[in-house]
DNA sequence: GCGATCAGCT
DNA sequence: CACAGCTGATCGC
């Protein structure tokens, strides 16, 4: 598509309109209450949270988008000024409250952005109807894909089963009081899940309750400590020293809902798109497997902490089932700073047909290595600059403005890499 | 001075 | 080892 025309979870200038996957802070960097650019085309949930989240944003800028259903929109092609009609559609991306995909229609082609997503087998079944009549009526030439997991070594249970566990350990301790580490947004419906098993309420800070509340929980959430003993606390007080400090007081275990341990799965290089393991779905595992599974997602690394992996990403089981599903033409990957990134065509480009040169496949995994070893390299080139910003409290005096050329000079390094192997 | 951005932490 | 999102320092207008 041409450039000036929209943009996906970006704000910069430029653009004749805006579409929010969701409101979570890495997607609206850039946003602000005082943004005036031009119609934002986001979900009603999403478009419930702008007043709490950006103060004085001018709502009559927004544009409720419904689910599974299209709207069409004419924009002017800033090149030719002739009239662009497109046609674009929402769904349901299961990765937090609010959350959606769009999908693009146009004289340009169809592209489907999948901002963040989870393919949970049944949350996201709706979706899935909604997907296959679409792509039936056109397929999609460009899927541009939430690729943070997109790596068969980051196997993982749905967050049904995450959550039973979590509820499993809650009641295996039924005289501790709980802490469940959480952000903003997201990870409500397992608080919703262990508050329905344990028939309990669960506790959380007073702008979280106002977002529960945005959010159309009504009961189940309160501030008041002393109708519960499960607490959802921020994740950035929640640490095996908070958690030492509480049970001073009051024996006290903690559980966050993500992060280690990953099932490491080895990867096997002739297995690459018609494997056992890449087909199989959860159900069609075995029961040993399914156990071995989940007891490799719940970790106690601490006598009152545990993690449990409760992912709102798609495992890359989901991610095969998903490209498998849309067939796409080609493909991009979102996530692209990650250090250890991968390009979706490493590991799926074959099913997106035959127009992919063998060559695209093996290029991006080498400019991701290009990547890392430029970082490391430069790191490692003003260690001596850290390690004095490191021994004395930073402050701002002729060191800054070297450290800062020095910063400028890395990036420059990395930038002239990477189009050198682009 | 203030918002934007970055580094560090978790 | 991922991500999301906070804090505090620094940048730049």
């Known amino acids: 598509m041409e450039s000036g025309l929209i943009s996906v979870d970006r704000w910069r200038n430029g653009s004749q309109a805006y579409f929010l996957t969701h409101m979570h802070s890495d997607h609206t960097r850039g946003l602000s209450g005082d943004w005036s650019q031009a119609p934002l085309y986001c979900s009603r949930t999403t478009a419930s949270l702008f007043p709490s989240r950006f103060p004085g944003f001018d709502l009559s800028l927004l544009r409720v988008v419904p689910l599974s259903s299209w709207t069409s929109l004419s924009l002017r092609s800033p090149s030719s000024g002739s009239t662009v009609r497109l046609h674009f559609m929402a769904i349901d991306a299961h990765h937090c409250p609010g959350s959606v995909m769009f999908l693009f229609r146009g004289d340009f082609g169809c592209f489907l952005y999948t901002g963040d997503f989870r393919w949970d087998a049944d949350a996201a079944d709706e979706a899935r109807n909604t997907l296959v009549d679409a792509i039936n009526e056109s397929p999609v030439d460009i899927l541009y894909l939430d690729n943070t997991y997109c790596n068969p070594i980051y196997s993982f249970p749905s967050r049904q089963v995450a959550a039973n566990l979590v509820a499993d350990i809650i009641a295996a301790h039924p ?239 990395k930038c002239a890499k990477i189009v050198e192997v682009d």
């Open 175 to 413: 005289s501790h009081d709980i802490i469940i580490a959480v952000d903003s947004l997201g990870k409500e419906d397992l608080l919703v899940h262990v508050s329905r098993i344990l028939n309990i309420k669960i506790w959380v800070w007073p702008e979280r309750l106002r977002t529960m509340h945005l959010l159309g929980f009504q009961d189940i959430f309160t501030t008041d400590t002393s109708l519960t003993r499960v607490r959802a606390v921020p994740r950035y007080s929640f640490s095996i020293r908070t958690l030492e400090g509480l049970n001073t007081m009051c024996p006290t275990i903690g559980i966050m809902p993500s992060g280690l341990p990953w099932v490491k799965r080895p990867f096997k290089g002739d297995d690459k798109l018609s494997g056992s393991f890449l087909t199989a779905s959860m159900k069609n595992e075995t029961i040993s497997a399914q156990k071995e599974l989940q007891a490799a997602a719940v970790h106690k690394f601490h006598d009152y902490m545990y993690s449990v992996h409760y992912s709102d990403h798609s495992c890359y089981e989901e991610i095969a089932e998903f490209i498998k599903l849309v067939r796409p033409k080609s493909m991009k990957g979102i996530v692209v700073s990650s250090s250890s990134y991968v390009d979706p065509l490493y590991y799926f480009g074959r099913i997106c047909g035959a127009n992919q040169p063998p060559q695209v496949l093996l290029m991006r995994p080498d400019t991701a290595e290009e990547f890392r070893a430029v970082r490391i390299k430069s790191y490692s080139g003003s260690d001596k600059t850290r390690a004095l910003a490191k021994g004395k409290k930073r402050k701002r005096d002729s060191h800054s403005s070297l450290k800062r050329n020095k910063k400028r000079a890395r990036i420059q390094v």
